[in-house]
């Protein structure tokens, strides 16, 4: 293939990074701007020009399903030999096995999980409060940062960890777990990547052969590479520049956000320091999103510290975020489901709508309003409710079928947290499980009881402890109905009340997601949901980095989105037995600066000229509350709450007639939702107009006396004649 073709239709900073004969090359990759494009162009062309051999080419993957999507797009650009790509666990055994045939070595059984081993070690204590999956992540975090047995303990405080169990026995357990698999002759996934390391440094004679075979290595994603994996790959680059490969990273440092399961997020943003001579180029065209989703996407990232540059929307115009509060977490999810079935178009697919919580716990309502609506879901990631493992090994710890479900609700409690407090008698609707989980939702230190808070969970375990809180929650919903309700009936009534209508041949369904794993998806239309303090960020993000990366992970959420983005939280929030009161996520201000900024008629033009923009707006919010950050009283409001229908009636009428009168679109003049916000707040005077987010100083004096005027007429008709 002619080297030149391979650029047609790239941009010019997607045209520098593949033609840059810069090595290493670091490619700094924006959201929705087309990295795996370019990636793929970059392979091609190097091979097309002849300054790299596809059979002497490694490209590094995170998953299998990259790594294939990878080679289809090369071979659709004519790279006919195939290049090696894979992820960095599959290319280590590939070499691993080599290795050990080479020298008459009988290769070792791989381990596939260890949660079977883990069970057999721990003799299934701690029931359903202690899962094996917890204790293999933990294992695994500790092999990914390269950690052994006997350095855990110092290790885990270092990064405040909270591990399953107490860090001596998790070490004890960790080094059990290493014993035992010597004593089997196994490895597991994690031994590959520090095995080849060991191989590759100590038998110089198949480093020197792996490194002639692959010269040219291409890394994807490399903001999520973990120590062990940036280890493996300087064995296979070499040890000086005279025998080190040709190397090319691809990554974003705005999307990392997997440290918590080892990953080193220094190894990208610290590249240019590491490798002195490195070129770095930035793709900072987006072709995602809308310029509204990119002002609020670049609004939460460039608050923070060593954010990146503001990305440019090579989409057009869109709607405004929208913003809204809800009553209750289930009032947000019945909410939600009404504005999906608005937002399915005829002949659009359910599948252009998401919905993204910080966890997976925050799905189940959303598993029930939908299957209570008749909207076909699907759930990514961790999986649908019932599907769940400790889901179902939960429900089959209830007891038998006939069984009386308070007490085995009762025993499941005991289990997950210790003490149990039953009213007496403990009848269905005042079952007052107390399962001690003291989550701190305002961030503050302090449990919602006033109580000292207990330790924090961290990771899986604390995911899987709230789904179990879920469960209680809808066993007390369920005994609510059903006083004496049994086992089977429960297990019938979670079948019904979170059921998906099958989604049609195509997949056709919303997709119920959270923010991790809807990480390199996008939708058209994306609901985030339950931005709350405690959640977003979550509470255990004590230190600066963890709530730094929280923030990375809002990013993330946010640039999913495609054309429409939806922002809510709830005031109230069920947990287990208990109702939380809740505040907005302090980084729902930043939404709305951003929000209100546009409205005005303000675009990022520039980073500086933009984050000035949004410091002046996050300013007079705050001075409209009087000086409070982005929390609310529950009559006050926030963007696009619930508005008087007749009243926005009347001010679209009136928007309708503005616009004819200036010749431009309705839009320009005032947006849907800055009217719906409008129609809401009822301002009566020019003070409280300016405290409608989307309206500033400049639309108030142009059209503030008209606006007025609107929402006098209206509340004078509302009243009726005066006596």
């Given at each position: 293939m002619d080297p030149a073709t391979l650029l047609d239709g790239?941009?010019?900073?997607?045209?520098?990074a593949?033609?840059?004969?810069?090595?290493?090359?670091?490619?700094?990759?924006?959201?929705g701007s087309g990295k795996t494009?370019?990636?793929?162009?970059?392979?091609?062309?190097?091979?097309?020009?002849?300054?790299?051999?596809?059979r002497h080419v490694l490209a590094l993957t995170f998953t299998r399903k990259a790594a294939a999507e990878l080679g289809r797009r090369l071979e659709a650009l004519g790279v006919r030999d195939r290049v090696a790509a894979g992820t960095f666990h599959s290319l280590a055994y590939a070499q691993l096995r080599q290795w050990w045939a080479d020298n008459g070595r009988r290769p070792p059984t791989l381990l596939e999980r260890k949660a079977g081993m883990l069970?057999?070690?721990?003799?299934?204590a701690g029931g359903t409060r202690l899962q094996p999956a917890d204790l293999a992540a933990e294992i695994e975090w500790a092999k990914a940062r390269m950690v052994a047995p006997d350095d855990y303990v110092e290790a885990a405080d270092r990064a405040d960890r909270q591990p399953p169990l107490p860090p001596s026995a998790m070490a004890s357990l960790y080094r059990r777990y290493e014993d035992e698999k010597r004593r089997r002759g196994q490895l597991d996934f994690d031994d590959l990547l520090l095995d080849c390391v060991s191989a590759l440094t100590q038998d110089r004679a198949f480093a020197a052969a792996q490194r002639w075979r692959y010269r040219h290595l291409f890394v994807d994603e490399f903001q999520d590479v973990n120590p062990a994996q940036a280890a493996l790959l300087a064995c296979w680059r070499g040890p000086s520049p005279d025998t080190s490969t040709?190397?090319?990273?691809?990554?974003d440092p705005n999307q990392a956000i997997y440290s918590w399961n080892g990953a080193d997020p220094t190894q990208l943003q610290q590249f240019s320091r590491r490798e002195p001579g490195a070129t770095v180029v930035v793709l900072d065209d987006n072709f995602r999103s809308t310029p509204q989703i990119l002002a609020v996407a670049g609004a939460v990232i460039s608050s923070g510290p060593g954010s990146g540059n503001l990305l440019r929307a090579r989409r057009p115009e869109g709607p405004l975020p929208w913003m809204r509060s809800f009553d209750t977490d289930g009032a947000e999810a019945r909410g939600i489901a009404r504005v999906l079935r608005d937002r399915h178009r005829p002949g659009a697919p359910w599948s252009?709508?998401?919905v993204l919580t910080r966890t997976n716990a925050q799905l189940v309502a959303f598993e029930r309003a939908l299957g209570a609506a008749g909207i076909p879901f699907r759930v990514r990631g961790g999986g649908a409710f019932l599907s769940r493992p400790e889901v179902k090994a939960a429900l089959a710890a209830l007891g038998q079928p006939l069984a009386p479900l308070t007490t085995g609700l009762l025993d499941m409690a005991a289990t997950l947290r210790g003490p149990v407090r039953a009213s007496a008698p403990a009848a269905a609707v005042g079952l007052d499980l107390d399962l001690g989980l003291e989550l701190d939702f305002d961030g503050d230190g302090d449990n919602e009881d006033g109580d000292e808070p207990a330790?924090?969970?961290?990771?899986?375990?604390?995911e899987r402890l709230a789904v179990l809180e879920e469960l209680v929650r809808l066993g007390r919903d369920y005994l609510a109905l059903e006083a004496d309700g049994t086992v089977a009936g429960f297990v019938a009534w979670l079948g019904a009340t979170l059921r998906s209508e099958p989604p049609r041949a195509s997949l056709d369904a919303v997709e119920l997601a959270t923010f991790h794993s809807a990480k390199g998806l996008e939708w058209p239309v994306v609901f985030l949901a339950g931005l709350e303090r405690g959640l977003v960020p979550i509470s255990f993000a004590k230190s600066d980095d963890a709530r730094d990366e929280e923030r990375r992970l809002l990013y993330v959420a946010v640039t999913r989105a495609e054309r429409e983005l939806h922002c809510s939280w709830a005031r109230e929030r069920t947990v287990g037995t208990r109702v939380m009161k809740r505040q907005p996520s302090p980084w729902l201000e930043e939404i709305e600066a951003a929000r209100a900024a546009l409205a005005a008629g303000a675009a990022p033009a520039g980073p500086t000229e933009w984050r000035s923009r949004l410091a002046k707006e996050r300013a007079r919010l705050r001075g409209a509350r009087g000086g409070a950050p982005a929390t609310r009283s529950r009559g006050q409001v926030l963007a696009g709450g619930d508005a008087d229908p007749?009243?926005?009636?009347?001010?679209?009428?009136?928007r309708t007639g503005a616009a004819k009168a200036g010749g431009v679109p309705a839009f320009v003049v005032f947006h849907d939702v800055t009217l719906a916000t409008l129609a809401q707040a009822r301002p009566a005077t020019r003070e409280e107009l300016l405290t409608v987010p989307g309206l500033g100083p400049v639309k108030a004096e142009r059209y503030g006396p008209a606006l007025l005027e609107v929402v006098a007429t209206h509340a004078r008709s509302r009243a009726g004649p005066g006596p």
């Amino acid at each position: 293939m002619d080297p030149a073709t391979l650029l047609d239709g790239l941009t010019e900073r997607q045209e520098e990074a593949v033609t840059s004969t810069g090595a290493p090359l670091c490619i700094l990759a924006g959201a929705g701007s087309g990295k795996t494009r370019v990636l793929t162009r970059r392979i091609a062309y190097r091979c097309a020009g002849g300054s790299a051999e596809p059979r002497h080419v490694l490209a590094l993957t995170f998953t299998r399903k990259a790594a294939a999507e990878l080679g289809r797009r090369l071979e659709a650009l004519g790279v006919r030999d195939r290049v090696a790509a894979g992820t960095f666990h599959s290319l280590a055994y590939a070499q691993l096995r080599q290795w050990w045939a080479d020298n008459g070595r009988r290769p070792p059984t791989l381990l596939e999980r260890k949660a079977g081993m883990l069970a057999r070690l721990t003799g299934g204590a701690g029931g359903t409060r202690l899962q094996p999956a917890d204790l293999a992540a933990e294992i695994e975090w500790a092999k990914a940062r390269m950690v052994a047995p006997d350095d855990y303990v110092e290790a885990a405080d270092r990064a405040d960890r909270q591990p399953p169990l107490p860090p001596s026995a998790m070490a004890s357990l960790y080094r059990r777990y290493e014993d035992e698999k010597r004593r089997r002759g196994q490895l597991d996934f994690d031994d590959l990547l520090l095995d080849c390391v060991s191989a590759l440094t100590q038998d110089r004679a198949f480093a020197a052969a792996q490194r002639w075979r692959y010269r040219h290595l291409f890394v994807d994603e490399f903001q999520d590479v973990n120590p062990a994996q940036a280890a493996l790959l300087a064995c296979w680059r070499g040890p000086s520049p005279d025998t080190s490969t040709d190397l090319c990273v691809v990554g974003d440092p705005n999307q990392a956000i997997y440290s918590w399961n080892g990953a080193d997020p220094t190894q990208l943003q610290q590249f240019s320091r590491r490798e002195p001579g490195a070129t770095v180029v930035v793709l900072d065209d987006n072709f995602r999103s809308t310029p509204q989703i990119l002002a609020v996407a670049g609004a939460v990232i460039s608050s923070g510290p060593g954010s990146g540059n503001l990305l440019r929307a090579r989409r057009p115009e869109g709607p405004l975020p929208w913003m809204r509060s809800f009553d209750t977490d289930g009032a947000e999810a019945r909410g939600i489901a009404r504005v999906l079935r608005d937002r399915h178009r005829p002949g659009a697919p359910w599948s252009d709508l998401a919905v993204l919580t910080r966890t997976n716990a925050q799905l189940v309502a959303f598993e029930r309003a939908l299957g209570a609506a008749g909207i076909p879901f699907r759930v990514r990631g961790g999986g649908a409710f019932l599907s769940r493992p400790e889901v179902k090994a939960a429900l089959a710890a209830l007891g038998q079928p006939l069984a009386p479900l308070t007490t085995g609700l009762l025993d499941m409690a005991a289990t997950l947290r210790g003490p149990v407090r039953a009213s007496a008698p403990a009848a269905a609707v005042g079952l007052d499980l107390d399962l001690g989980l003291e989550l701190d939702f305002d961030g503050d230190g302090d449990n919602e009881d006033g109580d000292e808070p207990a330790a924090e969970p961290d990771g899986p375990a604390a995911e899987r402890l709230a789904v179990l809180e879920e469960l209680v929650r809808l066993g007390r919903d369920y005994l609510a109905l059903e006083a004496d309700g049994t086992v089977a009936g429960f297990v019938a009534w979670l079948g019904a009340t979170l059921r998906s209508e099958p989604p049609r041949a195509s997949l056709d369904a919303v997709e119920l997601a959270t923010f991790h794993s809807a990480k390199g998806l996008e939708w058209p239309v994306v609901f985030l949901a339950g931005l709350e303090r405690g959640l977003v960020p979550i509470s255990f993000a004590k230190s600066d980095d963890a709530r730094d990366e929280e923030r990375r992970l809002l990013y993330v959420a946010v640039t999913r989105a495609e054309r429409e983005l939806h922002c809510s939280w709830a005031r109230e929030r069920t947990v287990g037995t208990r109702v939380m009161k809740r505040q907005p996520s302090p980084w729902l201000e930043e939404i709305e600066a951003a929000r209100a900024a546009l409205a005005a008629g303000a675009a990022p033009a520039g980073p500086t000229e933009w984050r000035s923009r949004l410091a002046k707006e996050r300013a007079r919010l705050r001075g409209a509350r009087g000086g409070a950050p982005a929390t609310r009283s529950r009559g006050q409001v926030l963007a696009g709450g619930d508005a008087d229908p007749e009243l926005l009636a009347a001010l679209k009428s009136w928007r309708t007639g503005a616009a004819k009168a200036g010749g431009v679109p309705a839009f320009v003049v005032f947006h849907d939702v800055t009217l719906a916000t409008l129609a809401q707040a009822r301002p009566a005077t020019r003070e409280e107009l300016l405290t409608v987010p989307g309206l500033g100083p400049v639309k108030a004096e142009r059209y503030g006396p008209a606006l007025l005027e609107v929402v006098a007429t209206h509340a004078r008709s509302r009243a009726g004649p005066g006596p």
